[in-house]
């Protein structure tokens, strides 16, 4: 069984940054990769990066290619999400999962899921 704990979300100003972590616990080889989606108020989840735990391979939604940086901890077993040059369209409920990730932008190849942390970002 895998746990996640995501923290990090808050409020903040455009052109801000923040980071997020995922703390997870029970990794197993069929949980390779470490995706973080978020999902805003009538939207789909959608997919924001994703990292391979052996490979350190990662992956970007075109929406934040430049902006957001996915790493990885693995002696903590944990992933970041470093968000740079925040938007108002960043503002979302974001989510760690780890799953296949094949394809990584797909929440349906990701079996376990975090509660979740609130970005906010306002002018």
């Known amino acids: 069984q895998v746990q996640l704990v995501e923290s990090g979300g808050g409020s903040v100003q455009i052109g801000g940054s923040l980071r997020l972590s995922c703390a997870a616990s029970?990794?197993?080889?069929?949980?390779?990769?470490m995706g973080w989606f978020r999902q805003a108020p009538g939207k789909e989840r959608e997919g924001v990066a994703a990292?391979?735990?052996?490979?350190?391979?990662?992956y970007y939604a075109d929406s934040v290619k430049g902006r957001f940086t996915i790493s990885r901890d693995i002696a903590k077993n944990t992933v970041y999400l470093q968000m740079n040059s925040l938007k108002p369209e960043d503002t979302a409920m974001y989510y760690c999962?780890?799953?296949?990730?094949?394809?990584?932008?797909?929440?349906?190849?990701?079996?376990?899921w975090g509660q979740g942390t609130q970005v906010t970002v306002s002018s």
């Open positions: 029970g990794y197993t080889y069929s949980n390779e990769c």
């Open positions: 999962a780890a799953g296949s990730g094949n394809p990584w932008s797909s929440p349906l190849k990701y079996n376990y």
């Open positions: 990292i391979y735990r052996r490979s350190g391979s990662t």
